[in-house]
């Protein structure tokens, strides 16, 4: 579970981002704008770091400011379930990212399977939607909904890993290499397998 000071912080700058876009008033918007700085020291304080990196990691704020999408495929062969080894941490996670505008949730997450692994998937079904601040994850600045869907292949073509990523192999569930937990934890495979298992199960959402 993501720390309550930082749920409320990211909350407070996310209520203080969408007021600057709304508001009118001179003296409102003086108010917002106090309220925004305060909640990026206050993530600042929370995470050893400045308010200007923090920012930068929430980058432009325009618009009512709403959770970001990341989608994430779970492709099992023989027992054994995709993963891709990212560049930014040498550690390995489920193929995925962030939803792009006007392309749907199963199109984009087949889209980065092709992109990170170079094989051809199809959605077969959405077995989790997950708040990432309420799971295991590292903490976040940013507020995420994350979609884990099951998908199969469509050819046999061996595994092409893209440039985003160093390499892509499958894992046998008690053989896992280390995990890019910002991206999946070990919960997100687990039910990966157990919804390969039994397809009947209901959905997980927050």
């Given at each position: 579970?993501?720390?309550?000071?930082?749920?409320?912080?990211?909350?407070?700058?996310?209520?203080?981002?969408?007021?600057?876009?709304?508001?009118?008033?001179?003296?409102?918007?003086?108010?917002?704008?106090?309220?925004?700085?305060?909640?990026?020291?206050?993530?600042?304080?929370?995470?050893?770091?400045?308010?200007?990196?923090?920012?930068?990691?929430?980058?432009?704020?325009?618009?009512?400011?709403?959770?970001?999408?990341?989608?994430?495929?779970?492709?099992?062969?023989?027992?054994?379930?995709?993963?891709?080894?990212?560049?930014?941490?040498?550690?390995?996670?489920?193929?995925?990212?962030?939803?792009?505008?006007?392309?749907?949730?199963?199109?984009?997450?087949?889209?980065?399977?092709?992109?990170?692994?170079?094989?051809?998937?199809?959605?077969?079904?959405?077995?989790?939607?997950?708040?990432?601040?309420?799971?295991?994850y590292p903490p976040d600045v940013l507020d995420?909904?994350?979609?884990?869907?099951?998908?199969?292949?469509?050819?046999?073509?061996?595994?092409?890993?893209?440039?985003?990523?160093?390499?892509?192999?499958?894992?046998?569930?008690?053989?896992?290499?280390?995990?890019?937990?910002?991206?999946?934890?070990?919960?997100?495979?687990?039910?990966?397998?157990?919804?390969?298992?039994?397809?009947?199960?209901?959905?997980?959402?927050?």
């Amino acid at each position: 579970m993501e720390d309550q000071w930082l749920s409320w912080a990211k909350r407070i700058s996310a209520l203080a981002d969408t007021g600057l876009h709304y508001c009118r008033d001179t003296f409102d918007r003086e108010r917002y704008e106090e309220l925004s700085a305060l909640s990026r020291e206050m993530m600042a304080a929370l995470g050893d770091a400045t308010p200007e990196r923090i920012a930068t990691a929430l980058g432009p704020r325009e618009g009512h400011v709403t959770p970001k999408i990341d989608v994430r495929a779970a492709v099992i062969e023989k027992g054994r379930i995709l993963l891709v080894q990212e560049r930014s941490d040498g550690r390995w996670t489920l193929p995925g990212g962030y939803a792009e505008v006007g392309v749907s949730a199963a199109d984009n997450t087949c889209k980065e399977v092709w992109e990170e692994a170079g094989i051809r998937v199809r959605v077969k079904r959405l077995y989790a939607i997950r708040h990432k601040a309420r799971h295991a994850y590292p903490p976040d600045v940013l507020d995420f909904y994350k979609l884990f869907f099951l998908c199969e292949r469509l050819d046999d073509a061996a595994l092409d890993p893209g440039h985003e990523v160093l390499d892509a192999a499958y894992f046998a569930p008690d053989a896992l290499p280390p995990l890019s937990t910002p991206r999946a934890i070990a919960r997100d495979i687990e039910d990966a397998f157990a919804f390969y298992a039994q397809p009947q199960r209901p959905t997980i959402i927050d």
